[in-house]
C-alpha cells in the first residue's frame, strides 16, 4: 500500500518504504536565545538529590532486575541486524523507559470493538538496539577513567519542548567524543522553580530518571567547580583536548556547528542506508531516540502524574483508537502559520475514514487555548476529553509567560500529563512546526511501539517531505 506519514505499515516488513516519511521533525526554536545565568547565581555547594521512593509500587512496570551486562548478551551480529530491526515491545527496553501504563487498560469490551491490526509493535527502525546502545554508554560499569561532557540546560526562554530537543545535540556530541553526558547543577533554572524541584538541582534528577549513573559531585571529587571554570569543548578541533577528562558545553558551543545540529551520532551512522532515509534526514532520527532516552519520569513523577490524572481527568480511560489531537496558538503565530481548529476537525474526521480499524470518533485534546476547547466541546457526533486545567486566551501569551503566572513546575507537570495521555492515542493529528508536537511524534514512534499507527500534518497531510532544516 502507498507510503502514509505516521501510519508506516509495510507489508513486507522492511523499513526503507516507510522509515523516510516517519523521523520527525525537529527544529531548534531559538537555540540562540536563553543564555544561561551561571557561576555565582548557581547553588553549587548544594548535594545532588536523588528520589527518595525507595518502594516500587505494583501498578508500575518495574524491571530492576535488568542489568548493565544483560545488554551485553547478543553477539555482534545479533546487534548488527537489530539495529535495522522495526521490533518494538516494552520489556525489551533497559530499565525504567516510559514504555506505558498498564494499570489504564481499557474495559474488555471497548477493546475488542477495534480490529487487533491496532495493537502497538513496531518502532522507528534500530530503536531498542539505540537505546541499548546510549544506556550501556551513560550507564558504565564503573565511572573511574571515564570522560564527561557536562551540559548546561537551556534557560527561561525556552519552552520544554525545546530545551530537550537542543539536549539531545549534546548527546550526540558526548557519544562522539567518548563522553559521557551530565547535567550541570542549576536550582535556579526557571522549569525547576517551585516546591515540586525545591529538594533538587538537576531537571533530570527533578522530572526524570538520571541520565547517568555518574554523579557529577563524585567526578569532581565532591566540590563542584564554577561553570566558567570548566574548560569549554572546543568541536572545531583547533585544540587537543583529549587528556581532558571534563569539558563543558551549553547551546553556544554546540549550537554554531550545523553539522552537529543536523546529523546524528557517528556509531550509527553504518545502519543508516538500512532505512532508505535521506541524509539530510538522519537528525530527526536521533532527535526522537535522544529524546526517547531522556523522558523517563522517574518514580516520584510518575506518581504525580496518577494523582494529576486524579484531579484533571477523572483518572479517565483513554479508550482504543483514541485520536490526539495537539493544538498549539498562544504565540506560535510568530513562527508559524496558525491553522484554524476546524482544520484539525476534518483531519481526524479523514482518520477514521482512511484507518476505520485503528481510529475512533474519540478525541483526546491538548492545547493552551481556550477558545479551541470551546469549539471542540461543541462538536456533534464525537467524544472529545481533554484535562481541566486553566487557560489563557491571549494571542501574545508563551508557555514560558504562562508558566510564570501559574507555577513553573505545575505547567511541567501538567505538560507531561497531557503527553502521557496523547501518548496513549492510537492515531495523531499535529504540527510539526511545534516542539511538543514533535515530542508526541518522536515518543510514539519509539517506546511506545507506535510507528506504525498513522499521524497527519495540518500542514503537509499525509506526506511528510518537508523535515526542516
Given at each position: 500500500?502507498?507510503?502514509q506519514?505516521?501510519?508506516?505499515?509495510?507489508?513486507?516488513?522492511?523499513?526503507?518504504?516507510w522509515?523516510?516519511?516517519?523521523?520527525?521533525?525537529?527544529?531548534f526554536?531559538?537555540?540562540?536565545?536563553?543564555?544561561?545565568?551561571m557561576?555565582?547565581?548557581?547553588?553549587?555547594?548544594?548535594?545532588?538529590?536523588?528520589?527518595?521512593?525507595?518502594?516500587i509500587d505494583?501498578e508500575?512496570?518495574?524491571?530492576?532486575?535488568?542489568?548493565?551486562s544483560g545488554?551485553a548478551?547478543?553477539?555482534?551480529?545479533?546487534?548488527?541486524?537489530?539495529k535495522?530491526?522495526?521490533?518494538c515491545?516494552?520489556?525489551?527496553?533497559?530499565p525504567?523507559?516510559?514504555?506505558?501504563?498498564?494499570n489504564y487498560?481499557p474495559?474488555?469490551e471497548a477493546a475488542s470493538?477495534?480490529?487487533?491490526?491496532?495493537?502497538?509493535?513496531?518502532a522507528?527502525f534500530?530503536?531498542?538496539?539505540?537505546?541499548?546502545e546510549?544506556?550501556?554508554?551513560q550507564?558504565?560499569?564503573?565511572?573511574?577513567?571515564?570522560?564527561?561532557?557536562?551540559?548546561?540546560m537551556?534557560?527561561?526562554?525556552?519552552g520544554i519542548?525545546s530545551?530537550?530537543h537542543v539536549a539531545?545535540?549534546a548527546?550526540?556530541?558526548?557519544?562522539?567524543?567518548d563522553r559521557?553526558l551530565?547535567?550541570?547543577?542549576?536550582?535556579?533554572?526557571?522549569?525547576?522553580?517551585?516546591t515540586?524541584?525545591?529538594?533538587?538541582?538537576?531537571?533530570?534528577?527533578?522530572?526524570?530518571?538520571?541520565?547517568?549513573?555518574?554523579?557529577?559531585?563524585?567526578i569532581?571529587?565532591?566540590?563542584l567547580p564554577?561553570?566558567?571554570?570548566?574548560?569549554?569543548i572546543?568541536?572545531?578541533?583547533?585544540?587537543d583536548?583529549?587528556?581532558?577528562t571534563?569539558?563543558g558545553s551549553?547551546?553556544n558551543?554546540?549550537g554554531s556547528?550545523?553539522?552537529m545540529?543536523?546529523?546524528?551520532?557517528d556509531r550509527?551512522s553504518?545502519?543508516?542506508?538500512?532505512?532508505?532515509?535521506r541524509?539530510?534526514?538522519?537528525?530527526?532520527?536521533w532527535?526522537?531516540q535522544a529524546?526517547?532516552?531522556?523522558?523517563r519520569?522517574?518514580?516520584?513523577?510518575l506518581?504525580?502524574?496518577?494523582?494529576?490524572?486524579?484531579?484533571?481527568?477523572r483518572?479517565?480511560?483513554i479508550?482504543?483508537?483514541?485520536?490526539?489531537?495537539?493544538?498549539?496558538h498562544?504565540?506560535?503565530?510568530?513562527?508559524?502559520?496558525?491553522?484554524p481548529d476546524e482544520?484539525?476537525?476534518?483531519l481526524?474526521?479523514?482518520?477514521?475514514e482512511?484507518f476505520?480499524?485503528i481510529?475512533t470518533?474519540?478525541?483526546?485534546?491538548?492545547?493552551?487555548?481556550?477558545n479551541?476547547?470551546?469549539?471542540?466541546?461543541k462538536?456533534?457526533?464525537?467524544?472529545?476529553?481533554w484535562?481541566?486545567?486553566?487557560?489563557?486566551?491571549?494571542s501574545?501569551?508563551?508557555p514560558?509567560?504562562?508558566?510564570?503566572?501559574?507555577?513553573?513546575?505545575?505547567?511541567?507537570?501538567n505538560?507531561l500529563?497531557?503527553?502521557?495521555?496523547?501518548?496513549e492515542c492510537d492515531?495523531f493529528?499535529?504540527?510539526y512546526?511545534s516542539?511538543?508536537?514533535?515530542?508526541?511524534?518522536?515518543?510514539?514512534?519509539?517506546?511506545?511501539?507506535?510507528?506504525?499507527?498513522?499521524?497527519?500534518?495540518?500542514?503537509?497531510?499525509w506526506?511528510?517531505?518537508?523535515?526542516?532544516?
Amino acid at each position: 500500500m502507498p507510503n502514509q506519514a505516521g501510519r508506516m505499515v509495510t507489508s513486507s516488513g522492511t523499513t526503507a518504504k516507510w522509515a523516510r516519511h516517519l523521523i520527525p521533525r525537529a527544529i531548534f526554536i531559538g537555540y540562540g536565545l536563553g543564555f544561561i545565568i551561571m557561576g555565582h547565581l548557581l547553588l553549587v555547594s548544594r548535594p545532588a538529590h536523588r528520589s527518595k521512593d525507595e518502594k516500587i509500587d505494583s501498578e508500575f512496570v518495574s524491571r530492576e532486575s535488568f542489568s548493565v551486562s544483560g545488554l551485553a548478551e547478543k553477539t555482534t551480529e545479533e546487534e548488527e541486524e537489530d539495529k535495522g530491526d522495526t521490533k518494538c515491545e516494552p520489556e525489551l527496553f533497559p530499565p525504567k523507559f516510559w514504555t506505558g501504563r498498564f494499570n489504564y487498560s481499557p474495559p474488555v469490551e471497548a477493546a475488542s470493538e477495534v480490529s487487533e491490526t491496532r495493537q502497538p509493535g513496531q518502532a522507528m527502525f534500530g530503536t531498542i538496539a539505540t537505546q541499548r546502545e546510549i544506556w550501556r554508554h551513560q550507564h558504565p560499569s564503573s565511572c573511574e577513567n571515564k570522560k564527561f561532557l557536562v551540559y548546561i540546560m537551556l534557560g527561561w526562554a525556552n519552552g520544554i519542548g525545546s530545551s530537550l530537543h537542543v539536549a539531545t545535540v549534546a548527546l550526540r556530541v558526548a557519544l562522539d567524543t567518548d563522553r559521557i553526558l551530565v547535567l550541570y547543577p542549576t536550582p535556579n533554572h526557571r522549569w525547576m522553580k517551585g516546591t515540586y524541584c525545591d529538594d533538587y538541582d538537576t531537571m533530570d534528577a527533578c522530572y526524570f530518571e538520571p541520565f547517568t549513573s555518574c554523579s557529577i559531585y563524585d567526578i569532581f571529587g565532591g566540590k563542584l567547580p564554577a561553570w566558567d571554570e570548566i574548560p569549554a569543548i572546543d568541536l572545531g578541533g583547533g585544540n587537543d583536548q583529549s587528556n581532558l577528562t571534563v569539558l563543558g558545553s551549553h547551546v553556544n558551543s554546540i549550537g554554531s556547528y550545523f553539522q552537529m545540529i543536523m546529523g546524528a551520532p557517528d556509531r550509527f551512522s553504518k545502519f543508516f542506508p538500512l532505512s532508505g532515509m535521506r541524509g539530510d534526514h538522519w537528525y530527526h532520527w536521533w532527535r526522537a531516540q535522544a529524546v526517547a532516552y531522556m523522558v523517563r519520569p522517574n518514580l516520584r513523577t510518575l506518581r504525580e502524574l496518577d494523582s494529576r490524572r486524579q484531579l484533571l481527568f477523572r483518572n479517565k480511560p483513554i479508550d482504543p483508537g483514541t485520536i490526539s489531537i495537539h493544538i498549539r496558538h498562544g504565540d506560535k503565530w510568530k513562527e508559524s502559520t496558525l491553522v484554524p481548529d476546524e482544520v484539525y476537525l476534518r483531519l481526524a474526521e479523514e482518520l477514521v475514514e482512511k484507518f476505520p480499524d485503528i481510529a475512533t470518533r474519540n478525541i483526546f485534546l491538548s492545547t493552551e487555548d481556550p477558545n479551541s476547547v470551546q469549539f471542540f466541546a461543541k462538536v456533534t457526533n464525537w467524544s472529545v476529553s481533554w484535562t481541566n486545567v486553566s487557560r489563557v486566551d491571549d494571542s501574545t501569551i508563551s508557555p514560558m509567560d504562562y508558566a510564570e503566572r501559574i507555577g513553573w513546575t505545575e505547567e511541567y507537570l501538567n505538560s507531561l500529563l497531557s503527553l502521557e495521555l496523547a501518548l496513549e492515542c492510537d492515531a495523531f493529528v499535529g504540527m510539526y512546526s511545534s516542539n511538543w508536537n514533535r515530542l508526541i511524534n518522536e515518543l510514539r514512534s519509539t517506546v511506545r511501539c507506535k510507528s506504525h499507527f498513522p499521524y497527519v500534518d495540518v500542514h503537509q497531510g499525509w506526506y511528510i517531505n518537508d523535515c526542516g532544516w
